[in-house]
C-alpha cells in the first residue's frame, strides 16, 4: 500500500506520529485495545488509527505500524518506523513510537495511576515517622 510515496506523504506521517504522541501524552486521545496481541486503535475525524508492534523481516527488531482506516474500516493508509525514520536524523520515530506503545499499555493497564497512589500513601507514611 504505501509503495510509492513522495516526501510530502512522508512529511504527512512524520507529522501525523507526532501529533499522535503529543495527544496521548496530554490525554487527549483515548486509545482501546483491539481483539490483536500488541495492537490499540483511536478514532478521530472518522479515521481509524491503529498502532501495531510486530517483529521487523529483516531484523529481529520491533516494528511499530500505523495503519488508517475509513469509515468502513478498509485499510487506506500504512506506515511504519522504519519508513518515517528513512533519510533523516532529526527524530528518531522508532522511538517516539515506542515510547507511545509503552505509554498507551501503561494508561491501559492503570500502571501510572497506581504508583502514583502507592509514591503518593508511602510519602504520608514516611512524614508521619517520628525522627
Do not use: C
Amino acid at each position: 500500500m504505501n509503495g510509492e510515496f513522495g516526501a510530502t506523504t512522508l512529511n504527512k506521517w512524520r507529522s501525523l506520529t507526532k501529533l499522535l504522541e503529543s495527544l496521548t501524552k496530554k490525554g487527549k486521545l483515548k486509545w482501546r485495545e483491539t481483539s490483536n496481541d500488541d495492537e490499540f486503535l483511536t478514532s478521530h475525524a472518522g479515521i481509524v488509527v491503529v498502532l501495531r508492534q510486530t517483529t521487523s523481516v529483516d531484523t529481529p527488531e520491533d516494528l511499530y505500524v500505523v495503519s488508517l482506516r475509513n469509515k468502513q474500516g478498509k485499510v487506506i493508509d500504512v506506515f511504519d518506523d522504519e519508513l518515517l525514520d528513512r533519510d533523516q536524523t532529526e527524530t528518531n520515530y522508532f522511538m517516539l513510537l515506542k515510547e507511545l506503545m509503552l505509554g498507551i499499555r501503561r494508561n491501559m493497564s492503570g500502571a501510572d495511576e497506581a504508583l502514583d497512589e502507592l509514591l503518593q500513601a508511602l510519602s504520608e507514611e514516611d512524614q508521619d515517622l517520628p525522627f
